[in-house]
């Protein structure tokens, strides 16, 4: 595709439900990561994944976020259990290789994330 | 650990006017920088960023920034303001753990 796509672009749902969130990164990156944007918060990275791996979870907020990656391609964020302190813009980014000092990530328009 | 700063989460200028968005880093290593604009309701995308080859970067749009060691700065400026420079900015520092690590931003406002 021409750019990062993620759905849905917006998402309301109610504590304690569980939500899927979608990012399909440009052909050919291998590496794809997870950040949050929130009120107050600024931009926080989540994750990373390089290929199908993720090598390092410890940005994840906590045990209710998950994330895979298949395929290469395609990945989805999963929060459990939702409370209202997840709500905020889930932003995915995609680059070449994980290289973040010379190869340049590019973002999606985000998954905006009301919980009630 | 390596962080940002972002001095200022609202600037207003007049179209026309230099534009100047301030960013300090902390890093106990030689840090490489970047600079993000957000337009509403799009993704962020890299404007420039400092990787040690050149103390100034040009970006696009006609943004620069300078890299000051002495400083710790890495101020983002554009000498004349246009309406579709109207964005939120964020400054981010290479983390070491193949990571960005962001400023809180700075909302831009041009007034005609």
């Known amino acids: 595709g021409a750019g990062v796509s993620q759905s849905p672009s917006n998402k309301v749902t109610e504590k304690g439900k569980d939500v899927e969130l979608r990012c399909d990164p440009i052909?050919?990156?291998?590496?794809l990561y997870w950040y949050r944007q929130s009120l107050g918060q600024g931009l926080e990275f989540l994750i990373y994944?390089?290929?199908?791996?993720?090598?390092?979870k410890s940005g994840l907020p906590s045990d209710r976020f998950s994330a895979e990656r298949t395929g290469g391609s395609v990945s989805t964020l999963t929060i459990q259990r939702t409370q209202q302190e997840d709500s905020a813009v889930y932003l995915c980014?995609?680059?070449?290789?994980?290289?973040?000092?010379?190869?340049?990530?590019?973002f999606g328009p985000g998954t905006r994330l009301t919980v009630l | 650990a390596q962080s940002v700063t972002q001095l200022g989460s609202h600037v207003s200028v007049s179209e026309g006017a230099l534009v100047l968005l301030r960013c300090n880093y902390s890093?106990?290593?030689?840090?490489?920088l970047f600079w993000y604009v957000q337009y509403p309701n799009q993704g962020l995308q890299l404007l420039l960023k400092?990787?040690?080859?050149?103390?100034l970067v040009k970006g696009i749009n006609g943004f620069e920034a300078e890299f000051k060691k002495s400083e710790t700065s890495f101020h983002l400026t554009k000498p004349s303001a246009h309406m579709s420079d109207a964005a939120e900015y964020f400054c981010?520092?290479?983390?070491?753990?193949?990571?960005?690590?962001f400023g809180s931003g700075t909302r831009l406002q041009v007034q005609p």
């Open positions: 980014a995609s680059s070449l290789v994980v290289e973040v000092r010379t190869d340049t990530q590019y």
């Open positions: 052909s050919g990156h291998t590496a």
């Open positions: 994944f390089q290929g199908n791996s993720a090598p390092d």
């Open positions: 890093s106990s290593v030689p840090p490489y």
């Open positions: 400092y990787t040690s080859a050149a103390t």
């Open positions: 981010a520092v290479d983390t070491g753990r193949r990571a960005l690590t």
